[in-house]
Antibody, heavy 119, light 108 residues
Framework: EVQLVESGGDLVQPGGSLRLSCTAS????????MTWVRQPTGKGPEWVSV????????YYADSVKGRFTISRDNSKSKVYLEMNSLRAEDTAVYYC????????????WGQGTLVTVSS | EIVLTQSPGTLSLSPGERATLSCRAS???????LAWYQQKPGQAPRLLIY???NRAAGIPDRFSGGGSGTDFTLTISRLESDDFAVYYC?????????FGQGTKVEIK
């Protein structure tokens, strides 16, 4: 069974940093791109970033470019989202999903982790 | 960035009725790039349809997708109680990937 479990969400002050993790199981991790998608309360999902299976290619939404960094450790079946210079508008539930862009369909999703940016 | 516009914003229907949801792209996209998701409160989005018209594993055949170019449609042939939810379209053919703003299907 495919499982994706996010962790690391927390309350952080504006300008602060946070690292999210997503632990995958039930599939051959390095064969799949991985995506981060976020969703503010009461709003639709927003695509954030994707990383290819090898980690060689990464893409970002303009709203996070230069502040967020996606990475992965295939030996641990984990994908990360390093978030710096956080703003109030980054407040959302953050989901990781298998696949992404032309690398593949986002067919499996985690349950999400909540990031709140507030003083 | 490819903008996806969904209509209507809310669809009020009764169980057994047919639902037709629209997703319009700001530029032409490949049919292999369009997906539909269902989301219920407190849950992650769930893949329903990929590549415009292919049902994901375990999705009942009352869900169907179609379209091409800039206009895509999700149809639910006969609404069941479990289908009342919010539906999003997504394109993955161009970076950044984008989602529509959603259509809420509510019980009339």
């Amino acid at each position: 069974e495919v499982q994706l479990v996010e962790s690391g969400g927390d309350l952080v002050q504006p300008g602060g940093s946070l690292r999210l993790s997503c632990t995958a199981s039930g599939f051959f991790f390095s064969s799949y791109a991985m995506t981060w998608v976020r969703q503010p309360t009461g709003k639709g999902p927003e695509w954030v970033s994707v990383i290819s299976g090898s980690g060689a290619s990464t893409y970002y939404a303009d709203s996070v470019k230069g502040r967020f960094t996606i990475s992965r450790d295939n030996s641990k079946s984990k994908v990360y989202l390093e978030m710096n210079s956080l703003r109030a508008e980054d407040t959302a539930v953050y989901y990781c999903a298998r696949g992404g862009l032309w690398f593949g369909i986002n067919d499996q999703w985690g349950q999400g982790t909540l990031v709140t940016v507030s003083s | 960035e490819i903008v996806l516009t969904q209509s209507p914003g809310t669809l009020s229907l009764s169980p057994g009725e047919r639902a037709t949801l629209s997703c319009r792209a700001s530029q032409s996209i490949s049919s292999s790039s369009l997906a539909w998701y269902q989301q219920k409160p407190g849950q992650a989005p769930r893949l329903l349809i990929y590549d415009t018209s292919n049902r994901a594993a375990g999705i009942p055949d009352r869900f169907s997708g179609g379209g091409s170019g800039t206009d895509f449609t999700l149809t639910i042939s006969r609404l069941e109680s479990d289908d009342f939810a919010v539906y999003y379209c997504q394109q993955r053919g161009d970076s950044p990937g984008t989602f529509g703003q959603g259509t809420k299907v509510e019980i009339k």
